[in-house]
């Protein structure tokens, strides 16, 4: 069983409002359209303490945080 934390940035509803990339530079970068996506390298986006606080900061909840540390609906 993969118990492994996921992110990850659902574009078609992301509007490119940066507050991510913002709130968690070190996960999230804005691509040449504005839109944000997840930074390469990053070597475990979900343990890092700052996805949250941009998946609460996105105006309209494209970030998405599932597994363990999501939330409860979200645990396996
Ligand atoms: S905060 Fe939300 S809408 Fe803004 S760039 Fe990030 S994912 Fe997209």
Redesign the pocket.
């Known amino acids: 069983m993969d118990t492994s934390t996921r992110v990850a940035?659902?574009?078609d509803?992301?509007?490119?409002?940066?507050?991510?990339?913002l709130?968690a530079p070190a996960v999230?970068v804005?691509d040449d359209d504005?839109?944000?996506t997840l930074r390469h390298g990053h070597p475990d986006p979900g343990a890092d303490p700052t996805v949250r606080e941009?998946a609460r900061?996105?105006?309209?909840?494209?970030?998405k945080v599932t597994g363990p540390q999501g939330p409860p609906e979200a645990r396996p």
């Open positions: 940035v659902d574009r509803v992301c509007i490119g409002a940066g507050q991510c990339a709130a999230f804005q504005g839109f944000s941009a900061a996105c105006p309209v909840g494209a970030i």
